[in-house]
């Protein structure tokens, strides 16, 4: 049985390629969504793309995930620094989730150094551009093996 996992997007991932382009890169995220599943297939995983710009709604994924799941990727965007409610989500799903940024966010404005959504994490990895989130899938795909 093939290992399910979810890579979740927040707020304004859905512009990867023209936002930002010197913080966020060129590639756009049809293209990056695409490499990501290829990616986890070839590491034996199923991943399914899920992307909201609203609170609510990636809470809302969070709780449906912990029954089809084995783990999640998640990029919270700027939630990642200040939403207690997804934190408190991810504690009460019971799957791994791997916070992923795209940036060095330790290496931004002082507030993106902050994240309240770490301590739940099973882990986190920033700075390395898109290839973030690849070592994440592929943290996952270890992970409970």
Known sequence: MTKKILI??????NLLGEREPAIYGNTDFQKLNQHLVNYAESLGLEAE???SNHEGALIDK???ARKEFAGVVFNAGAYTHYSYAI????????IPVIEVHI???FARDKFRS???IAP???GSISGFGLLSYDLAVKALS????
């Open 62 to 64: 969070l709780h449906e």
């Open 114 to 116: 902050n994240s309240v």
């Open 49 to 51: 793309i899920f992307q």
């Open 103 to 105: 940036s060095n966010i």
């Open 142 to 145: 270890e992970m409970n093996a």
């Open 8 to 13: 979740m997007h927040g707020p304004n991932l």
């Open 120 to 122: 739940v994490c099973a």
């Open 87 to 94: 934190a408190d989500a991810i504690k009460a799903i019971n």
